[in-house]
C-alpha cells in the first residue's frame, strides 16, 4: 500500500506540469484499480471508481476508463446504488445484486468478450473528510451468484474503506479542474 501512495503523491505533485491533467488522473485511477483488483481477487472490469463531477450534479466514471466519455450519474437518480452509498457516505456489500433495483446501464457496456452480469459489489464512499468525493465498487461476475465467487462480508466492505480512505487526498488532488 505503501509504494502505491507514493506513486500517487508523486503523480498528483506532477498535476500543474502536465499536458493533461484529465489523463493524469485516469492513469492514477487505473493505479488505484490495478492494486484494489489484486487485493480481492478481482478482474480490472470488476473495479469501478466514479467522481463527483467539478458542478457537483453527477457522477462520473474514472474507471473503468472506457466509461469516462460514456456519460453521468445524476446524484439526484434514486435507483442507482452508487448515488446511495454517496449519499449515505457508509459502504455495503451486495450479494444479490440482480434482486436489487439499480442502474444496469453499464453493466451492459462490453469490456470481455460479452457483457458478463454483475452478481455481488461492495460499494464504499470516497471521502475527503467529511465530504464524499466519490465512490468505488468492486464487484464479482458471473452468469449465476455460484459463478461469480464468494459473497462478499463486512470485513471486505472495511479493507475497500479502508484503501479508498488512504488514496482519497490524491485523487482529490489530482481531479481536474473541469471535471
Known amino acids: 500500500m505503501k509504494e502505491l501512495v507514493d506513486i500517487l503523491q508523486a503523480m498528483a505533485d506532477s498535476k500543474g ?9 485516469l492513469d492514477m485511477a487505473e493505479r488505484v484499480v490495478k ?14 471508481i466514479l467522481f463527483l463531477t467539478s458542478d457537483a450534479k453527477h457522477l462520473r466514471f474514472v474507471a473503468p476508463r472506457k466509461f469516462s466519455d460514456l456519460g ?8 442507482s ?12 456489500a451486495m ?14 457496456v462490453k469490456l470481455r468478450d460479452r457483457a458478463v452480469p454483475i452478481q455481488k459489489m461492495i460499494t464504499v464512499p470516497i471521502l475527503g473528510g467529511e465530504d464524499a468525493l466519490g465512490v468505488a465498487q468492486i464487484s464479482r461476475k458471473g452468469e449465476t451468484p455460484s459463478e461469480a465467487g464468494p459473497d462478499f462480508t463486512a470485513s471486505d466492505v472495511k479493507k475497500a474503506q479502508d484503501i479508498f480512505g488512504a488514496v482519497a487526498p490524491f485523487l482529490a488532488e489530482a481531479r481536474p479542474e473541469k471535471f
Open 17 to 25: 506540469r502536465v499536458d493533461s491533467p484529465k489523463e493524469l488522473f
Open 35 to 48: 492494486y484494489v483488483a489484486g487485493v480481492f481477487g478481482a478482474k480490472s472490469d470488476e473495479v469501478a
Open 72 to 79: 453521468t450519474i445524476p446524484v439526484t437518480k434514486r435507483d
Open 81 to 92: 446504488i452508487a448515488v446511495n452509498i454517496f449519499g449515505r457516505k457508509s459502504g455495503e
Open 95 to 108: 450479494n444479490n445484486v440482480p434482486m436489487v433495483k439499480h442502474v444496469a446501464f453499464f453493466e451492459s
